[in-house]
C-alpha cells in the first residue's frame, strides 16, 4: 500500500518534471488567482462605480452610466483644492525625505565602518516596522502645547511653537513615518557605487563636487526614485495622519466620509479614488524611466 | 576619501538623523508609564499602574484576538502563496512574467485608500455576492499585502542559489516532495520565516485598509485609533501602543538576523 502510494507520487513527481510548463502554471495559479479575484476585480468594481450615482431620494446606488462624479470634481473648486493639497504635500514629503536621508545613506554607504552599517541599517528598518499610530500619536504629544517640544524650547529660551493642528504638523508627521522608505533604497544605490569609479573621477580631474554631481548622484536616482514612489504614494493614501495631527482635509479624508461616514456616496469616492490612482500611474512611469523598479 | 570635514558633518547629520527617528518612538514608551491622566509632559511620576488597567480591559482584549487571529491567518495564505510566486518566478521564464512581479507590489505601491476603497466595494457592491464584514474580509485585504513581503524574501534567496541542487537532488531518486522537502525548503526555510514575520508585523500594525474592511469589528490597531480620535482611555492606549511597539520590533528584529543567515548554504 505504501510502496504504491509511493510510486504513484514517484510517476506524479515525473510527469511534473518532464512538463515544467505544467509545474509553472501549478505554482503560479494560485498567487494569480488570488490577486485577480480579489485585488484587480476589486479594483475593476471600483472603476466601473465611479460612473455610477446615488439617487438622491433614496440613497440607493443607480447602475447607470453617467460623467456626474468626475463633473463635480472637476469644477467643484473645494475638490479641486484638496487634491492640490494632497498632491503638494505628498511632493513636499518626497523633497524633505529626499534631503534628510541622502546624506545619511551617504555616511551609510561610504564613510561608516561595516560593524556601524550594520547598526544604522537596523536602526533605520524598525521605525520603519514599529507601529505606525503609534508614531503619529508619539508626534501628537511632542507638539501639543504643554508636549516635550514646547518643554524643551522652553528650557533653552526660546519662544514656544504653535504647530499642533497644522499643516506644519501634517508636513513634520509625514516626513517623519516615510522617512525610512526613503533612505534604504538610496543607500542601496550608494552602496553599489564602486570605489573605482570615484577615483577614477578624481583621476579625471574631477573636484569633489564635479565627481558628486556627474558620478554620484546620476547613480544615485534610481535609489531616489525609488524611494519617492514610497513617500508619494503613501502620503496620496493616507487620510488618517491629516485626521489625527492636522485639522484640513486630504484625497484619503474625503474618500472615507464617502464610503465609511455620513455622507454615504460610493461612486463619488470611487470617482475621487481615480485621483491619487492616476497621479501614482503617471509618476511610476516616470520612475521605471529613472530606473527605480530595479532599485526597489 | 572624503575630506576630514565633510566626513565629519555628515557625522554630524547622521546622528541628528538617528535622533529624530528614536526619540518620538522612546517618548512613547515613556508614556507608558505616565501615572496621571494628563499627556503633558514631563510626566509627573512613574507608575506601571496603567499596564494592569489595559490587560483588563475587555475591548483592548478582544480587539488584540482578532489582530491576532487575523495576522496568524493572512500570514498562512500569505506564505503559501508567496513562496509560489517566487519558486514560479525565480524558476520558469514565462510570458508576462514582469506583469505578475507588478502585480503583487501594487497593492503596496498604490494608495493605501485606493485598495481599501477597493476592497470595500468589491466586498459590498459586487454584483456576483455580497460579503458581510468578518475576520475573512479583514484576511482577504491583509494577505493580499503581505504576499508581496513573503514573495520579496524568498524570491532574493532563490535568486543566490542555483538550479543544479534541485537538479542532483532529482538524479539521486527523490521524488518532487522529497526534493522539496530535504533541499528547497532548509535553502529558503530562514527567508521563508523572515517574509513570514515581517508579514505578519505588517498585518499587526495595518489600519488604512483595515478600516475599510472590518465593518465594526475592532482590531487593536482600529481600537487605539477610535480612542486617540475621541481622546478616550488614553492611559490605555499608551500602554497598548507600548505593547504594539514591542509585538513589531521584536518579529522584524528576529527578520533582520534571518535574512543575513542564509538556511543550510552558508556563505563562503
Not at chain 1, 7 to 20: H, I
Not at chain 1, 55 to 64: E, P
Not at chain 2, 228 to 242: A, T, Y
Request: charged share 10%; glycine share 6%; with cysteine.
Amino acid at each position: 500500500m505504501a510502496g504504491r502510494s509511493r510510486s504513484a507520487r514517484r510517476r506524479l513527481s515525473a510527469a511534473l518534471w518532464r512538463r515544467p510548463w505544467l509545474r509553472g502554471v501549478a505554482l503560479l495559479l494560485p498567487p494569480l488567482a488570488w490577486m485577480l479575484i480579489f485585488y484587480l476585480a476589486a479594483l475593476a468594481v471600483l472603476f466601473v462605480s465611479a460612473f455610477w450615482s446615488i439617487d438622491s431620494f433614496t440613497g440607493k446606488l443607480t447602475h447607470v452610466w453617467t460623467w456626474t462624479n468626475f463633473d463635480t470634481i472637476i469644477h467643484d473648486p473645494t475638490y479641486r483644492q484638496i487634491a492640490f493639497r494632497t498632491i503638494w504635500m505628498a511632493a513636499a514629503v518626497t523633497l524633505t525625505d529626499a534631503l534628510i536621508a541622502f546624506p545619511f545613506a551617504y555616511y551609510m554607504a561610504r564613510v561608516a565602518t561595516p560593524r556601524l552599517r550594520t547598526i544604522l541599517f537596523v536602526i533605520v528598518l524598525l521605525p520603519l516596522w514599529s507601529s505606525y499610530l503609534a508614531r503619529i500619536y508619539a508626534w501628537r504629544l511632542i507638539l501639543n502645547h504643554d508636549g516635550a517640544l514646547n518643554w524643551t524650547l522652553g528650557k533653552l529660551g526660546l519662544p514656544q511653537q504653535g504647530w499642533a493642528f497644522t499643516n506644519t504638523a501634517i508636513w513634520i508627521v509625514f516626513s517623519y513615518i516615510w522617512l525610512p522608505f526613503m533612505i534604504l533604497p538610496v543607500y542601496a544605490a550608494l552602496e553599489r557605487i564602486p570605489d573605482s569609479f570615484i577615483e577614477a573621477s578624481r583621476d579625471l580631474g574631477g573636484r569633489n563636487w564635479t565627481t558628486f554631481r556627474r558620478v554620484i548622484l546620476p547613480l544615485a536616482l534610481p535609489g531616489l526614485a525609488a524611494g519617492s514612489i514610497f513617500t508619494f504614494s503613501l502620503t496620496l493614501g493616507d487620510y488618517i495622519t491629516p485626521s489625527l495631527v492636522g485639522n484640513v482635509d486630504f484625497i484619503g479624508n474625503v474618500i472615507y466620509r464617502n464610503v465609511l461616514g455620513l455622507t454615504n456616496n460610493l461612486p463619488f469616492a470611487a470617482a475621487y479614488a481615480t485621483i491619487p490612482l492616476i497621479v501614482m500611474a503617471v509618476y511610476l512611469i516616470l520612475a521605471k524611466r529613472l530606473g527605480a523598479f530595479e532599485a526597489l | 576619501m572624503e575630506a576630514r570635514a565633510t566626513r565629519i558633518s555628515l557625522g554630524v547629520w547622521t546622528g541628528l538623523v538617528v535622533l529624530f527617528l528614536w526619540v518620538p518612538l522612546i517618548l512613547i514608551c515613556v508614556y507608558a508609564f505616565n501615572p496621571s491622566n494628563i499627556q503633558s509632559w514631563p510626566i509627573g511620576g512613574f507608575s506601571t499602574k496603567w499596564f494592569h488597567a489595559a490587560w483588563h480591559n475587555e475591548e483592548a482584549r478582544s480587539a488584540l484576538i482578532l489582530s491576532l487571529k487575523a495576522g496568524v491567518i493572512a500570514t498562512a495564505i500569505a506564505v503559501v502563496l508567496g513562496t509560489a510566486a517566487a519558486a514560479a518566478v525565480s524558476r520558469f521564464r514565462f510570458f508576462g512574467r514582469d506583469a505578475v512581479t507588478f502585480l503583487l507590489v501594487l497593492p503596496i505601491a498604490l494608495p493605501g485608500v485606493v485598495t481599501g476603497i477597493a476592497l470595500n466595494s468589491f466586498f459590498n457592491n459586487n454584483p456576483v455576492h455580497g460579503l458581510p464584514p468578518s475576520l475573512w474580509t479583514i484576511v482577504i485585504g491583509h494577505a493580499t499585502f503581505c504576499i508581496v513581503v513573503v514573495y520579496n524574501n524568498v524570491v532574493a534567496r532563490l535568486r543566490r542559489t542555483q538550479t543544479s541542487l534541485t537538479e542532483a537532488s532529482m538524479d539521486l531518486g527523490a521524488d518532487g516532495w522529497q526534493t522539496f522537502r530535504f533541499v528547497t525548503f532548509p535553502v529558503i526555510s530562514t527567508a521563508l520565516v523572515a517574509g513570514a514575520l515581517l508579514a505578519f508585523a505588517l498585518s499587526f500594525d495595518e489600519v488604512i485598509v483595515t478600516t475599510f474592511t472590518a465593518g465594526a469589528q475592532n482590531t487593536l490597531p482600529i481600537w487605539i485609533l477610535g480612542n486617540l480620535r475621541l481622546g478616550q482611555q488614553l492611559p490605555q492606549v499608551n500602554v497598548v501602543v507600548f505593547f504594539v511597539i514591542v509585538m513589531t520590533v521584536l518579529p522584524v528584529t528576529i527578520a533582520q538576523r534571518l535574512s543575513r543567515d542564509t538556511g543550510i548554504l552558508r556563505r563562503r
